[in-house]
């Protein structure tokens, strides 16, 4: 079992992405690290920064931190650690990754919609792993059991590839299949809302290619409307 | 306008404007090497002049004076004058010359100037001997280079408007090999109306955009006469379809209803009723929106279903409607990998299409054993269906996917001749293949299969 991160402005949801990365754990030893991202301000020398740099939390910030270490401490096999970034870049990333031995990455809401520049460009980065990347939604996840499948076009994954690169790591499976072209999301989206009560989907699987780390608006993903945590997978240009 | 008669003049225009700059250049180049060549021939006439003026002996100067008339080629209105620098700025003028005061101003500053009026060229050249600086001027009309020049713009004029002819005729040839398979596919289209909807294009060879129409020509065609069909049929599929599960209801019911029974028992056939009326209701919903879309994949949002449980739904649906049935799911040849039996699918359209072809395999072969084997690898996915029954005569094949055909031996068994039809279709338009073997008296073996490449694209193209 690889470790989870969770990249976090420790905003309560925090605690329900803590829950869900613990749901994961199947009897094997593993960590869950928290990624606490501060911007760095301009400082005239390195001591002056170091003087000034002290992360302070607000107490609504500690009280999550709080309840999420003692969530981790009556689990079983989890271990949390708590890592804090100053500044962040792709090599950073790749290697942060490689260090903690990341094998799955849960977003939370508040800090998938933060307005921190440091937030948003970490997130872009993070899409540009090769881990997956869960991104929870308001309602803290339930037990995911039957997935529905967004293919893009111009995705070349089949869903039978897909279940076999997903398979041993989670513990849904794939029930329905949408094809997704930009010129149809709207019509689409009310056939997707009745498969998903019909069929009692909850969770989203998508793939993502690795794209440029864009720091404008993010655009409105047509899927958030549907209020069901959304895992991204991530899938190689061939 | 005809596309034909665009794509010819649309080639004149633009082989016509590509000439005429050709044209246009070459002349100018001409025109240019021409003066270039005759004002070298100047030039040399003010050096040997020059040699004439500052020669102190008559003998050299008289030798000069013959090579200058017999030695070089004679120039018309031919004309040469010496002009003494006296100062920086000034010169002996000649009234004999009527040129502009720019011109010697230039000739004093960069040491030589040329211009040229109605063919007639004056070229100036500053000389400086033994500290006396003198100004030679050379006139001379350029009869033969202007007379060249006319020469060619002439030929290019005769050649250019028999380029344009040629090019409009060679136009025509382009436009009519373009067109050509174009206005064919038109001439096989008007043919095919209403009445005849399963007539196709002949599929070229290749896969050049006149291919690829006609393969998406095909393929619309596929879903129109689908389409056609099953809205056609509609009433008849449905009701035919409906019959399966409300027969289960009442067969529940009749049982459940014979005797008092156990409140379990109650609640396990309320429970079925409720699964089958579910069944009915998902049923509808797929028949409604094929008819209703005429199963426009696009926008479909598929199912994701394993064969093998696919295959013990509809078993366990017919042991309640055939108990006496001897149906054997033979899944031996199961991949290791159980993601490869995975297909996208609309679940209750394809659970009708396998119900509707197994229970024929156990109606015609009167309860005897039907083996249904399921096969997957990673390039295709197949189904195969094998009974002992009556068969199928030869001359029954060509109507088997027509509705409302009974074959002759099988009228003496209830049916409609709706079953395989729509299982047929419903298997076309997930890009499945349907092969039906058989022989007479002997049995009959059906084979369903989807290619992994079709599989992914089930909702594209169908």
Redesign the interface.
């Given at each position: 079992m690889k470790n989870i991160l969770i990249p976090t402005v420790l905003e309560p949801d925090t605690l329900s992405a803590v829950t869900s990365a613990i749901s994961y754990s199947n009897g094997e030893d593993f960590q869950i690290v928290l990624l606490l991202l501060n911007e760095v301000e301009p400082s005239y020398s390195a001591a002056a920064f170091l003087r000034n740099a002290k992360p302070t939390l607000t107490s609504v910030q500690q009280k999550t931190l709080e309840q999420c270490a003692d969530k981790i401490r009556e689990a079983q096999h989890v271990s949390l650690h708590v890592q804090r970034q100053a500044s962040i870049s792709a090599p950073l990333v790749r290697n942060l990754m490689q260090a903690l031995e990341i094998g799955l990455i849960i977003v939370p809401k508040s800090f998938r919609e933060s307005s921190k520049k440091i937030n948003r460009y970490c997130l872009g980065l993070l899409s540009n792993c090769q881990c997956p990347i869960l991104n929870l939604c308001e309602t803290p996840a339930s037990e995911m059991q039957k997935a529905l499948y967004l293919e893009y076009t111009g995705s070349k994954l089949q869903v039978s590839d897909l279940q076999r690169h997903l398979d041993g790591k989670f513990p849904f499976r794939i029930v329905s299949q949408a094809k997704i072209s930009p010129a149809e999301e709207q019509s689409l989206r009310q056939l997707l809302a009745e498969t998903i009560t019909r069929n009692d989907i909850d969770l989203l699987v998508e793939t993502r290619k690795p794209a440029k780390v864009k720091l404008g608006k993010k655009p409105v993903s047509f899927h958030d409307e549907l209020k069901l945590p959304v895992l991204s997978v991530y899938e190689a240009i061939s | 306008m005809q596309i034909r008669k665009k794509v010819a003049i649309t080639y004149v225009a633009l082989s016509g404007l590509s000439t005429l700059l050709l044209c246009v250049v070459m002349v100018f180049l001409f025109r240019n090497n021409n003066q270039y060549y005759f004002l070298k021939r100047l030039q040399d006439r003010a050096k040997i002049v020059s040699s004439i003026h500052y020669q102190q002996d008559p003998k050299k100067a008289e030798y000069y004076r013959n090579l200058k008339a017999s030695g070089l080629e004679e120039l018309i209105d031919e004309g040469d004058w010496v002009l003494p620098v006296n100062g920086s700025n000034s010169f002996e003028y000649n009234t004999e010359l009527k040129l502009p005061p720019e011109f010697y101003t230039e000739v004093l500053s960069n040491g030589s100037s040329w211009t040229e009026d109605d063919s007639q060229y004056h070229y100036a050249q500053l000389f400086n001997e033994n500290g006396k600086k003198y100004i030679v001027v050379i006139t001379a009309r350029d009869r033969r280079g202007n007379t060249s020049t006319l020469y060619i713009i002439r030929i290019m004029a005769i050649g250019g408007i028999g380029f344009l002819i040629l090019a409009y005729f060679l136009g025509r040839l382009l436009a009519n090999k373009v067109m050509n398979p174009i206005s064919k596919i038109n001439s096989e289209m008007k043919r095919i109306s209403a009445s005849n909807l399963h007539n196709r294009l002949d599929q070229p060879q290749g896969d050049d955009e006149i291919a690829v129409l006609s393969h998406t020509f095909n393929d619309m065609l596929d879903r129109l006469e689908t389409s056609f069909e099953i809205q056609a049929n509609f009433i008849n599929n449905a009701s035919h379809e409906l019959k399966t599960p409300i027969t289960t209801i009442m067969a529940e019911t009749e049982i459940i209803l014979q005797s008092k029974r156990e409140p379990e028992e109650y609640q396990e056939a309320l429970a079925h009723i409720n699964a089958q009326a579910t069944k009915l209701g998902n049923l509808t919903e797929s028949l409604l929106k094929l008819t209703r879309t005429g199963y426009d994949?696009?926008?479909?949002?598929?199912?994701?279903?394993r064969m093998d449980e696919l295959l013990m739904d509809v078993k366990s649906d017919l042991d309640k409607l055939y108990p006496e049935n001897n149906i054997s799911l033979r899944l031996e040849e199961m991949p290791e990998?159980d993601?490869?039996l995975?297909v996208?699918c609309n679940r209750p359209l394809l659970e009708l299409a396998l119900s509707n072809i197994i229970s024929n395999a156990v109606k015609y072969s009167d309860n005897s054993v039907v083996f249904v084997e399921l096969m997957a690898d990673r390039k295709r996915l197949s189904v195969r269906i094998t009974d002992i029954g009556i068969g199928i005569p030869k001359e029954d094949f060509p109507y088997l996917y027509e509705p409302f055909f009974r074959g002759r031996k099988a009228s003496k068994y209830t049916g409609y001749g709706l079953g395989l039809p729509l299982a047929f279709k419903i298997i076309r338009m997930h890009n499945g293949e349907l092969d039906i073997q058989s022989e007479q008296e002997k049995g009959t073996m059906a084979t369903i299969t989807f290619r992994?490449h079709d599989?992914?694209d089930s909702?594209?193209k169908s």
């Open positions: - | 994949g696009n926008k479909q949002v598929l199912d994701v279903v990998n993601e490869l995975l996208p992994r599989i992914k909702n594209v």
